[in-house]
């Protein structure tokens, strides 16, 4: 028991710590979009309900640590128009200049989409850090093994092969293989090597498996194939290298991860592969714990995935205010009252449906029960 709390606290920390950067780093670009269009910003809040601490810039925006920390938001002056009332007389001109919901349309979508896009520069720029000052993690792509009655072995791969293409990507480093094979169990994969001097092309089946993985199991393909023991290194860059390998990585994740939820919708993957909150953090413990460039590699893929979660078209997140953009843009005028709060509710239902699941998936992984049962 003493072991599972000391674990507890380091994941709870380590979480802490990322999501209390990812979110900042969100929020600020929906800030700095909303500064940059000249609209007031009266709260920049890093967690959600009381506040714990903060000041008032000169700006009038409110800077503030709240009591819960998972997420954060940016409150803009005039998010929705006011209705004119005697109590509630029109806007004075200065208010008005100032408010969100006043800004063209163009300018409100743009304040929006800064959140998703921050996160994904904000992988881009870490990893390009760590590509210039660090090193890159490489591995060459070479085949030192190959499994007896594997995929690979009846596909006719060798040891000493080495990976020269799979399915029209090019490889460079045997991460790529792992990454491309494990997202396609049971599928035909068109595969090029270098053997001998020569270019030979190859057909693979990957075995489906599954694997645990951080308590999670998972249905992934397996060729069959290692690689050498301890050869990997770290290949530092120049800046602007870092930054286009950096952007390459990024948009490679980003398709992965779109091409997974591809394959749980298409029930091709089972939705029990999906964790939530409580899986993040455990995650976060096991990758401080490994080093400081694991860390790096999962804050850059965690904010990846906020990124893409904010811009996915559901109500209150940033994709389902971006589709009601879209459709003021075709009608020309915004979606009635009504029908916002219905949206509205509709995407609230979702997120905590998803949420409770998640919660439940990560639960039944980690055993909680028999760890409760034991105390």
Same mark, same amino acid.
């Given at each position: 028991?003493?072991?599972?709390?000391?674990? !507890?606290?380091?994941?709870?920390?380590?979480?802490?710590?990322?999501?209390?950067?990812?979110?900042?780093?969100?929020?600020?670009?929906?800030?700095?979009?909303?500064?940059?269009?000249?609209?007031?910003?009266?709260? !920049?809040?890093?967690? &959600?309900?009381?506040?714990?601490?903060?000041?008032?810039?000169?700006?009038?925006?409110?800077?503030?640590?709240?009591?819960?920390?998972? #997420?954060?938001?940016?409150?803009? &002056?005039?998010?929705?128009?006011?209705?004119?009332?005697?109590?509630?007389?029109?806007?004075?001109?200065?208010?008005?200049?100032?408010? &969100? +919901?006043?800004? =063209?349309?163009?300018?409100?979508?743009?304040?929006?989409?800064?959140? =998703?896009?921050?996160?994904?520069? @904000?992988?881009? %720029?870490?990893?390009?850090?760590?590509?210039?000052?660090?090193?890159?993690?490489?591995? =060459?792509?070479?085949?030192?093994?190959?499994?007896?009655?594997?995929?690979?072995?009846?596909?006719?791969?060798?040891?000493?092969?080495? @990976?020269?293409?799979?399915?029209?990507?090019?490889?460079?480093? +045997?991460?790529?293989? /792992? /990454?491309?094979?494990?997202?396609? =169990?049971?599928?035909?994969?068109?595969?090029?090597?270098?053997?001998?001097?020569?270019?030979?092309?190859?057909?693979?089946?990957?075995? $489906?498996?599954?694997?645990?993985? !951080?308590?999670?199991?998972?249905?992934?393909?397996?060729?069959?194939?290692?690689?050498?023991?301890?050869?990997?290194?770290?290949?530092?860059?120049?800046?602007?290298?870092? $930054?286009?390998?950096? #952007?390459?990585?990024?948009?490679?994740?980003?398709?992965?991860?779109?091409?997974?939820? #591809?394959?749980?919708?298409?029930?091709? /993957?089972?939705?029990?592969?999906?964790? #939530?909150?409580?899986?993040?953090?455990?995650?976060?413990?096991?990758?401080?714990?490994?080093?400081?460039?694991?860390?790096?590699? @999962?804050?850059?893929?965690?904010?990846?995935?906020?990124?893409?979660?904010? %811009? !996915?078209?559901?109500?209150?997140?940033?994709?389902?205010?971006?589709?009601?953009?879209? $459709?003021?843009?075709?009608?020309?005028?915004? %979606?009635?009252?009504?029908?916002?709060?219905?949206?509205?509710?509709?995407?609230?239902?979702?997120?905590?449906?998803?949420?409770? +699941?998640?919660?439940?998936?990560?639960?039944?992984?980690?055993?909680?029960?028999?760890?409760?049962?034991?105390?």
């Amino acid at each position: 028991m003493i072991e599972f709390l000391g674990g !507890f606290w380091t994941s709870l920390l380590a979480f802490l710590l990322v999501l209390t950067v990812l979110v900042y780093v969100h929020e600020m670009g929906h800030y700095l979009a909303a500064r940059q269009c000249k609209v007031r910003v009266e709260v !920049f809040s890093i967690g &959600f309900g009381p506040e714990i601490f903060g000041w008032t810039a000169r700006s009038g925006t409110r800077w503030k640590f709240s009591a819960i920390p998972f #997420g954060g938001y940016v409150k803009m &002056f005039g998010e929705h128009a006011p209705e004119e009332t005697d109590e509630h007389p029109p806007l004075a001109a200065h208010d008005l200049e100032e408010s &969100f +919901f006043n800004k =063209p349309l163009r300018q409100r979508a743009w304040i929006v989409f800064a959140g =998703p896009l921050a996160n994904f520069l @904000f992988a881009i %720029l870490v990893l390009a850090g760590l590509f210039t000052g660090l090193g890159e993690p490489h591995t =060459p792509a070479n085949i030192a093994t190959v499994v007896e009655g594997s995929a690979a072995e009846k596909a006719g791969l060798r040891p000493g092969d080495l @990976f020269i293409e799979i399915d029209g990507t090019k490889i460079t480093r +045997f991460e790529q293989v /792992r /990454r491309i094979v494990e997202l396609a =169990p049971g599928e035909e994969i068109e595969i090029i090597v270098e053997r001998d001097g020569r270019e030979i092309r190859l057909t693979a089946v990957p075995d $489906v498996v599954e694997e645990t993985r !951080f308590s999670t199991t998972q249905r992934i393909g397996r060729l069959g194939v290692s690689r050498s023991s301890g050869d990997m290194v770290l290949v530092r860059h120049d800046p602007f290298t870092a $930054v286009w390998k950096a #952007g390459v990585q990024t948009v490679s994740m980003t398709v992965n991860i779109l091409d997974a939820i #591809g394959q749980i919708i298409a029930g091709e /993957r089972t939705a029990k592969e999906l964790g #939530g909150p409580i899986k993040i953090a455990q995650i976060s413990g096991e990758m401080a714990q490994a080093g400081v460039i694991m860390l790096i590699q @999962f804050a850059a893929i965690l904010s990846i995935n906020l990124g893409l979660i904010n %811009l !996915f078209p559901i109500p209150l997140l940033d994709g389902g205010h971006l589709v009601f953009y879209g $459709v003021e843009a075709l009608r020309g005028r915004p %979606l009635g009252e009504k029908a916002m709060g219905f949206s509205l509710n509709i995407g609230l239902a979702l997120i905590l449906c998803l949420t409770v +699941f998640v919660t439940w998936n990560d639960l039944v992984q980690m055993r909680v029960g028999e760890i409760l049962s034991s105390w």
